[in-house]
């Protein structure tokens, strides 16, 4: 049997976060990587590092969220050095428009609601489309205003996923991919992990990172992680001149060139396929923001799975019942990939940093009814 100090199981972004910061800190982790079979988010995503509107009513999850965001450069910047791979981290500050006046001023009350509650610098402005047009000169004229916080930002998913399996394979992280885990068993202190080709592997640890997984692989371990699928589906144009500095919510122009649209949030369980008639709509939102992109060729599109909580905070836990054992999952794997790489291994490590990671408990869900979460 292989034995390690910590199996990671889930190799998209956040386990690959977490494994490598583990391995960091001279861990010797293993990595249990279901591989592209997986209903993997990590490549389905929107690239955003994002703050704004996050943790509305839970202020921990707006304080966690900033904290990530402030530590991203030094991520992107560790990684290139140490892997050559750039995740081209940009952070120009982000956009989100309006086109009626309601929506506007939900969030207004919103944005006042949330600077309220932290404790900290959480800057924003509203524009008018006067004033927003010294930003973005391509807004269309349907867009009344828009909000900004110079606090967010965007990455590039596809170069930040290699990026971090690469630096845990050099920092000693042995990954594993096309196994996927069949079961967990517990004994004597030590983690059984049982992969569905029969092979076998211990550890004193083991840490929850499969996505839409760990519901039932949290079941092996007496973790209750209650998280469903919610689809987002997105849109990729051609290559474009450059005509789009700051990443915003529904389109962003990628470091090579490339126009991504979207998103869109649908409750239909595990299907991650297209729809024409929802990307129909999604094509036209961007059209109202950015009339000229009406003449722009579509060149691919996909839909992907939300890992998503119940409240859609993050579930950061370690079993009562078997001390050891860790779920770390979340649906903003981008924006939290500096706290997963540079915080969480202290707390699986060492139990360090629990109180910020205390709100983030499962326990929040003890009220609800399991059968349907």
Known sequence: MYNTDIIVIGGGIVGSSVAYGLARQNAKVLMLDEGDVAFRASRGNFGLVWVQAKGHGFSPYT?????????WPALASELTQRTGIDPYLQQPGGFVFFTNQADMDARQQLMRDIQASVDEKYDYTFMSPAELRKYIPAIGPKVIGACYTPMDGHANPLKLLPALQHGARQLGVDYRYNNPVE???????NFVVTTRAGEKYAAK???LCAGLGNKRLGEF???????????GQVMIGERSAPFLSYPTMHVRQTNEGTIQIGDSLEDV?????????LQQGI??????YFPALADM???RCWAALRIMSPDGMPIYQESSEMPGAYVVTCHSGITLAANHVFTIPDWILRGTAAQTIAPFSNQRFCNLNRDQS
Do not use: E, F, M
């Open 63 to 71: 304080r966690w969220t900033l904290q990530s965001a402030r530590n």
């Open 183 to 189: 079961h967990i068993d517990y004994q004597s202190g």
């Open 205 to 207: 640890k083991v840490v």
């Open 221 to 231: 371990v007496g973790l209750h992680v209650p998280v469903k699928p919610n689809q």
């Open 269 to 277: 369980g595990y299907d991650d396929t297209t729809r024409l008639s």
């Open 283 to 288: 094509a036209q939102r961007a059209i109202d």
């Open 297 to 299: 060729r579509i060149i």
